[in-house]
């Protein structure tokens, strides 16, 4: 094919951006055989159903209740009594206040706005009563088709901790999930807080006990090989404080047990059963635990012991994210010293555009073409409408640029090197790694 001109690259890098199929590899969705505590046409509802979907979910989202927050704040409306209202009351107050009474220019906010539109439906009479509707008359099987397709992904990982009742509970009963959903074996007890993983496990028939050696080791690791055989799981995850240090300060007992647990459980049954480790590192949980979900915040982690973790396990491979926006170029430095290590998506506070370009630029700068620019992260199944519409244009304005300093530099380019390329980013980078 013929090389391009200089004026034609932001046009054919949109457009293959556009028309590149996703593989999401980090969300918070399910298959709907997991239930549906929405209303719809299809009915019955699971009060305790997993796959979230539909308007009030979309305005719910614990971004926008962490920003509700900060107009009515506790002291007016009480953590508790915004809980206690239904989710159609909560959606009604955070729309009246984020969206009716000041304008929708966050990112959560405006989020919300593209979903819609994409969906064709018109909230610019600034009521919800008409979209409330319409999505009543949705089915979540149809609906899941619908929204995939608009979003053009094409595969959705879930997150399945195992330490969840709920989660736990399905799977044991020999739950299906459709095949377009892939499940990853989430564990951050294991590694967190082994006492309480430890009792758990010994509950559930495995030979555990507080003290990690011998017997222990081998039942926990005949846990992870079941639970990794239930689920199909295509990868192992979980998310660490900014405190988590590699290797843990020996004063600190229980982090020397997560240690004990990394390097004896871990690490060794992903190794044999070829499977990468997902670490998302820069969360601290509950820092105002009134806000549930939204109450965690940002710190920044220490990239030297992904490095020596990095380092030390060779044979394994790391999927690494962090949260601080400090730590980005560092992580990205580590990564072109370890193949191990794939460096993936702009995870939750730095999911915003102009974070997200600034990282990518970065990473395309020190990495090519040989990272993961973007994970959804999406918790109500439309939100892929809104994380891959937004990523894909920041996404492909970056690249057009670094295609452009190329071709200035006197590269002859194509659009199918430029196919090539994306579909990597995408989709192919992720694959190849696990
Ligand atoms: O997977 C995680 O640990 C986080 O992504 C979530 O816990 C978080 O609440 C999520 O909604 C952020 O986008
Ligand atoms: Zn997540």
Redesign the pocket.
Known sequence: SQPLHRDQIEAVVSAAVQKQPVVDM?T?LYSPAFGTPVPNAAGPVDPTGLLLWGLDELVTY??LIAEVFRVVPATVLPYDTFFKMSKVEQADHIWKHLFVERSPISEACRGVLTTLHKLGLDVSDRKLDSARKWFKEQKPGDYIDKVMELANVESITM?NPVFDDGERERWLRGIKPDPRFQAVL?I?PLLLDWPAAAKKMASWGYGVSEEVGGRTIEEARRFLRDWIDKQNAIYL?L?LPPSWRYPADPADAAARAGQAILEQVILPVCAERGLAFAM?IG?RRAANPALR?AG?MVGTSDVDSVTALAARFPGNRFFVTMLARENQHALAVAARKFGNLMVFGC??FV?NPSLITEITKMRVELLGTSFIPQHS?A?VLDQLLYKWDHSRKLIAGVLAEKYRDAVDAGWKLTTADIERDVALYLKGNFRNFL
Request: charged share 35%.
């Open positions: 980090h918070h614990h971004y997150t989430r951050d995850a998310s998302m969360s979900d965690d995870w939750w999911n992260d918790r």
